[in-house]
């Protein structure tokens, strides 16, 4: 289980628990109903599913704790041993459900897109991404070693690192935002105005809700809240999986974080490689606000 090789599925690395159990995967049954929401890993996944959960609850935070983050939300290429499967998880819950997925757009199980069910992709810049997962992959030991920081950013860079490229990643999913219902949107817009982003999210929901609620679902969902409360930060998983000793699972939480990692020659190879990766893309991400 721990420090095991990624797999390739279709191409792209996957953790060998879900490379495993691919044929189940694949075959999941979505409803129309459902919402899942869809990340390259970093990108603020639990921050979103927790806003989610608020607002599916109407503000109720006690009803939000009733559950880790993971089990309110069906984890779908989730395989861990002892565990209901994610597609286990997703299918034992009451409509509608919630879900979360790492998957590449060409992944993702074919029954979502046929049933046209709803999807948020929540995107983060490629070298916050790229140190916030670092970080990850050193605490989270279901990932290979990342080695060390320069020798992680090579990796990162070529898409060598589990769920593949980040820049395959963005750009596959911003593709499909053209023929599916996706709401795409950045965690620097999330940092920079939380409340405008919660409204995104209502309206793309179709849901309302009142003042005092959009106020407890903000105040609920600060990184600060987020950072403290056991049903939100993973401290319910055992250390031996993810080691909040070696780093916190609700790290920093800031955009631009990338700036103490990075050196200049980094720096510059890496905006160097990105023009070329994300040429012909319109994607705009900002790296600082
Ligand atoms: P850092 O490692 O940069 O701190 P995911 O949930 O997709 O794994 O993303 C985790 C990243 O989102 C971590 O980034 C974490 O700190 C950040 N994050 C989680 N909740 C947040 C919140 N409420 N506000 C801001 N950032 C948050």
Known sequence: LLRLKLVPVQGVPMLKLTADNWPEIEATQARPDDLIIATYPKAGTTWVSEIVDMIYNSGDAEKCKRDAIHVRLAFIEATFPGLPTGVQQLNAMKPPRLGKTHLPAQLLPQSFWDKKSKIIYVARNAKDSAVSYFHFYKMAKVHPEPGTWPEYLEKFMAGDVAFGSWYDHVKGWWQKTRDHPILYVFYEDMKEDPRREVLKLLRFL????????????????????????????YRTIPDELMDQNVSPFMRKGITGDWKNMFTVAQNEKFDEDYVRKMSGSTLQFRTEL
């Open 206 to 233: 179709e849901r309302e809700v009142s003042d005092e609620v959009l106020e407890k679902i903000l105040h609920y969902t600060s990184f600060q809240e987020m950072k403290s409360n056991p049903m939100a930060n």
